[in-house]
């Protein structure tokens, strides 16, 4: 099962609401979770069953879709979010992970 | 607190071996699965290979299958990639991670701690 991200970045300020998108080659229900990366550390689990918040994470995050089209949402970036972020599928093996999205700062 | 201590990376050259270790603490590590994951420089997320919780079922990447072998110890609270017959593209960084589950449910329904990751280079 691919999956496909857009875009694969993106420039964005402080405040601004953004989404991200995950397309799946095929219907994977919600077994669908979003990580996010900075460089040099292990990513950090955002949302799971393509939109259960995880615990700890800020409420600013969300998650959504079915199916084949997900989008993660930041409501309002804070200079913190700004990271790669990916999506991964994990109804079927091997699981995979999209290509990734690297938000920087407008 | 949950804890991943990654160890045995290192330089190996083609056709090597090495086999990676991760300490588990903070939990009940019998209860969970268990994945390897792996990023080459500069590249994106890979996943590698699965256990589930009391070893019975292991699952692997093409790009690996044949040449890794995945275990646990559950004795000791640790999970294992075994890396054999080792190329340049394995060069990454190597995590490893715990599964979460859904409520009343064993499947994976995401990987909620990671280790800090352990080097592999493969070069001559």
């Known amino acids: 099962i691919q999956l496909t991200q857009s875009p694969s970045s993106l420039s964005a300020s402080v405040g601004d609401r953004v989404t991200i998108t995950c397309r799946a080659s095929?219907?994977?229900?919600?077994?669908l979770a979003w990580y996010q990366q900075k460089p040099g550390k292990a990513p950090n689990l955002l949302i799971f069953a393509a939109s259960t918040l995880q615990s700890g994470v800020p409420s600013r995050f969300s998650g959504s879709g079915s199916g084949t089209d997900f989008t993660l949402t930041i409501s309002s970036l804070q200079p913190e979010d700004f990271a790669t972020y990916y999506c991964q599928q994990l109804k079927g093996y091997p699981q995979t992970f999209g290509q990734g999205t690297k938000l920087e700062i407008k | 607190e949950m804890q991943l201590l990654e160890s045995g990376g290192g330089l190996v050259q083609p056709g090597g071996s090495l086999r990676l270790s991760c300490a588990a603490s903070g939990f009940t590590f019998t209860d969970y699965a268990m994945t390897w994951v792996r990023q080459a420089p500069g590249r994106g997320l890979e996943w590698v290979s699965d256990i589930r919780s009391d070893g019975s079922s292991t699952t692997y990447a093409d790009s690996v299958g044949g040449r890794f072998t995945i275990s646990r110890d559950n004795s000791k609270n640790t999970l294992y990639l075994q890396m054999d017959g080792l190329r340049a593209e394995d060069t990454a960084v190597y995590y490893c991670a715990k599964a979460t589950y859904g409520s009343g449910s064993f499947y994976t329904l995401a990987y909620d701690y990671w280790g800090q990751g352990t080097l592999v280079t493969v070069s001559s």
């Open positions: 095929q219907g994977i229900s919600s077994y």
